[in-house]
């Protein structure tokens, strides 16, 4: 059976029921409803191809990653979240991996020509994002994960970076600690930006001064979490307590706290944001890790709802989100040592 | 400039240069090189668009995962490799997601119908797996990650799971282990099915019992190793050994082993395969894991490889590769108990 006969068998418009079979909800409940029952019922299978002829949309929404070595736990707990939500209206995600920044635009750009997408995701956004100009250029639908400052308003949805650092750093002087180390995300991005922020300011909030020495910035790798923290210990006035900007960068400095001989919550506190990986639980270290915690998961999800309310209409100013952190105290941080 | 000057300035045909730039290798290398040079040189940009009309390719390489939650780790280091691989010559990856294998099988008669992908990976096989069948009929080419048994030959990279078990069950009762336990993956999978054998094999060569209760089946988190480990401690006569089929896994088995009081590589000796994630290696476990190992990004980027010279012609029988596993002994393995 085809579309014309189906339709014409449960006597309704071709382009009605394309509309209520391709995932968007640009028909009434009822009608979708209807519709779905009938094709379920008659067997009717809808073409694809077809299909997007008749709404003119291409049934995929699009995500590019800088680097295929960045394709990483981060993204997969995101793109799983995003595929739960797309999957319940049929909709497909469309990976491009590219090698630069430049190579980004390009793919944006072929993205927006080839009309492969009918909408993108934007991720971790710089303080002023050449990006966003470009997608409004190229009239490419888009909902940014994280924030960035624009001249007019876009769809986003982030966590408030600044008020989990405020957080941690505020429970650790609490403690008593006097010295103590950030290990932040990269440089450019918009978060990074507001937990260096959020860090200063609760520092000097507490009258507390901030050692350059005592902060660095990288990928949320084990690694670099590793490095980072054995440049701190070495430094002449260690720090007492570090904050680490993700799950991996904790598991690397835990390491080389305790290859300096150094006992986690007892002579260093450590404190982690945890974007909550299933595998990696907090309450599986030893000792177990005091964290703020939001599951990016939810956030994949959240966003593609989002944009399926943003490809029906809704106006991008009532498309932001920005997600208070919880904040979990557990064995890896206890009082400063005297 | 379009295909049509652009082609024009350089004295070759739309066809041609199409090809040339699409990203499958049709075309002589040194015509290749000329194109790509006089394209940079030139400023000339491509339209995907009229490329796929040109060519008759999608420029994307479709893959489908049931159950949006079962995006995890794997998922991600394996899509990873893949797309460095691609994004080499420009391929795009399209990611659907499926709640039950009836959806996977709607979904890939959709992007069959639609065009909208020139193959498709196909991931953990079963040993008879209706997908392939489909896959043939719909005729739209395929690369399998994994085995599995089929009439006509197909292009397929698995990894030695016999020899991985059996080289760590061997290494097991070369220690003295008499009660071996086993935490493997879903049973209808072939690589499990595989591990099962080898597990089988080894004990009975080596004139031990296999006992049932100490053979547990599920998906590779955290939380399954934990459940299926606490089980085997609870049996009558608890193992003094046992092997995780992933890290994951592992992590929940040490910390069963660990809440019932027991010593990792003393009470209990522990190997898993390890599937190689950046962020979580055995070395940084306390103690060190012993494991048998193969990297998921490793084999995503050689199939990447692979469904290009597919999509170039090149036969599926001379496009099958098993990979063997390597085995590292660290500190979570020592001889049995007395």
């Given at each position: 059976m085809n579309l014309k006969e189906f339709a014409a068998r449960i006597g309704l418009s071709q382009t009605t029921v394309s509309r209520a079979m391709s995932g968007y909800p640009e028909v009434k409940p009822e009608t979708r409803a209807r519709v779905l029952e009938a094709a379920e019922r008659l067997g009717y299978r809808p073409n694809i191809s077809a299909q997007r002829l008749a709404t003119g949309r291409a049934g995929a929404i699009g995500i590019v990653f800088q680097g295929g070595g960045r394709f990483g736990p981060h993204s997969s707990e995101f793109m799983g979240g995003l595929s739960t939500r797309l999957q319940k209206d049929g909709i497909d995600i469309l990976v491009s991996t590219v090698e630069t920044e430049e190579d980004e635009a390009a793919a944006f750009r072929r993205l927006a020509a080839s009309k492969r997408v009918d909408a993108v995701i934007l991720h971790t956004p710089a303080c002023t994002d050449a990006r966003i100009t470009l997608l409004r250029a190229l009239r490419l639908p888009f909902i940014v994960h994280g924030r960035s400052e624009a001249?007019?308003?876009?769809?986003?949805?982030?966590?408030?970076?600044?008020?989990?650092?405020?957080?941690?750093?505020?429970?650790?002087?609490?403690?008593?600690?006097?010295?103590?180390?950030?290990?932040?995300?990269?440089?450019?991005?918009?978060?990074?930006?507001?937990?260096?922020?959020?860090?200063?300011?609760?520092?000097?909030?507490?009258?507390?001064?901030?050692?350059?020495a005592l902060t660095g910035h990288g990928?949320?790798?084990?690694?670099?979490?590793?490095?980072?923290?054995?440049?701190?210990l070495a430094s002449p006035e260690p720090p007492t307590a570090v904050i680490a900007g993700s799950m991996m960068s904790a598991l690397g400095a835990m390491r080389a706290i305790r290859i300096a001989g150094l006992a986690v919550g007892h002579d260093v506190s450590l404190i982690a944001h945890d974007d909550v990986f299933p595998y990696l639980s907090p309450d599986n270290l030893v000792p177990a890790l005091t964290t703020t915690q939001s599951p990016i998961r939810a956030a994949g999800e959240r966003i593609g709802d989002m944009v399926l309310r943003m490809l029906q209409g809704e106006a991008v100013d009532t498309l932001q989100e920005v997600w208070p952190v919880e904040f979990v105290v557990r064995g890896s941080t206890g009082p400063a040592p005297a």
């Open positions: 001249k007019k308003p876009f769809a986003y949805l982030d966590i408030d970076n600044f008020g989990a650092i405020e957080t941690a750093t505020r429970h650790l002087t609490d403690l008593g600690h006097r010295r103590i180390a950030l290990i932040n995300g990269d440089t450019i991005s918009t978060y990074a930006r507001d937990r260096d922020a959020a860090f200063r300011a609760t520092l000097a909030a507490c009258g507390l001064p901030l050692d350059p990928e949320f790798t084990d690694e670099t979490g590793f490095r980072l923290m054995q440049a701190f």
